[in-house]
């Protein structure tokens, strides 16, 4: 079964930090750019970060830049996304996705142009 599993979520402080993790099940992440998207409560779902195929960079969206960083472990077929200096804000369902249509990031999360999605984690900022 071709998909995706995030994990790492939990509950953290204001100010902290965590790292989620979003790894490939049946197919190889690095063949595909990989978006980080969440959801927050009544909210609809917004992409906030993308790691293209190979060294084809990447991107975040104004409200995680600087605090957010995206990578790849190519050896460990998994794409991480490291949270620093996190808000209550930041609460939500993080998901991880393939953009099948491209190898690069675009420069906007069009969600249907994204499959193999996971189930997702929680993320809870708290004091």
């Known amino acids: 079964q071709v998909q995706v599993v995030e994990s790492g979520g939990g509950l953290v402080q204001p100010g902290g930090s965590l790292r989620l993790s979003c790894a490939g099940a049946g197919f190889t992440l690095d063949d595909y750019a990989i978006g980080w998207f969440r959801q927050a409560p009544g909210k609809e779902r917004e992409g906030i970060s993308c790691i293209g195929s190979g060294r084809l960079g990447t991107s975040y969206a104004d409200s995680v830049k600087g605090r957010f960083t995206i990578s790849r472990d190519n050896a460990k077929n998994t794409v991480y996304l490291q949270m620093i200096e996190v808000k209550p804000e930041d609460s939500g369902i993080y998901y991880c996705?393939?953009?099948?249509?491209?190898?690069?990031?675009?420069?906007?999360?069009?969600?249907?142009?994204?499959?193999?999605w996971g189930q997702g984690t929680q993320v809870t900022v708290s004091p």
């Open positions: 996705a393939a953009n099948l249509m491209r190898t690069m990031c675009p420069g906007t999360y069009n969600q249907w142009e994204y499959g193999y």
